[in-house]
């Protein structure tokens, strides 16, 4: 299967390294012909105003729409996580609204939240190492959304159908539970 990290900005080799450590190779997707052949596309953390721009200039937002109707999974981590929700508020920007979630970008206050926690997840690995780092908030999910885990009472990681969003960074952490997820999620549809 070829999996694609978005490489516009952000940590997209974090990403690399985590799917190098399952054994598979990512391919960097900084064009819409560099999504051909690709099953499966990380969105990566960093900045989604920066990455919205980008997307936008190289005609990825309606490739990746593309993508994703055409039955690409999609994990977004963090600013991927606002790329790929339905509104994104406080402040408003525009996103690929590919899931069915309500992200609220300054919810601490200054983007300056960043922590590590340690939470029970549905992925049934005991214990998920949670990297926040500047982290946004899921504020709502629609009706066909899972929440996975939960941290201090709010949804951090959620799915619906092939796509997968973390409001942390499973990126920056040694353990690979979250991305063999999405491997699997992208491979079987479940
Ligand atoms: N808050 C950042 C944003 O709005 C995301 C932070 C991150 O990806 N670590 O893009």
Redesign the pocket.
């Known amino acids: 299967m070829r999996v694609g990290i978005l490489a516009v900005q952000?940590d997209y080799e974090a990403h690399a390294d985590a799917l190098t450590r399952l054994g598979v190779e990512g391919v960097l997707v900084r064009k819409p012909a560099e999504l051909e052949g690709v099953e499966a596309l990380i969105l990566p953390?960093?900045?989604?105003?920066t990455?919205m721009k980008f997307l936008r200039e190289e005609g990825l937002d309606k490739a990746i729409r593309e993508f994703a109707g055409r039955g690409g999974a999609l994990f977004g981590?963090?600013?991927?996580a606002?790329l790929l929700a339905r509104e994104v508020r406080n402040p408003a920007q525009e996103s690929l609204n590919l899931a069915d979630i309500v992200i609220t970008?300054?919810a601490y206050g200054r983007?300056v939240a960043s922590e590590i926690r340690q939470g029970t997840s549905q992925l049934g690995q005991g214990q998920l190492e949670m990297v926040f780092?500047?982290?946004?908030v899921i504020a709502d999910v629609g009706k066909g959304v899972d929440v996975l885990a939960e941290s201090e009472g709010r949804a951090v990681l959620v799915r619906q159908g092939k796509v997968l969003v973390a409001t942390f960074?499973p990126e920056l952490s040694a353990e690979t539970t979250v991305h063999a997820f999405f491997l699997k999620l992208a491979r079987n549809g479940h």
């Open positions: 952000g953390g960093g900045e989604s105003t990455q981590t963090c600013a991927g606002i970008r300054n983007q780092i500047r982290a946004p960074h």
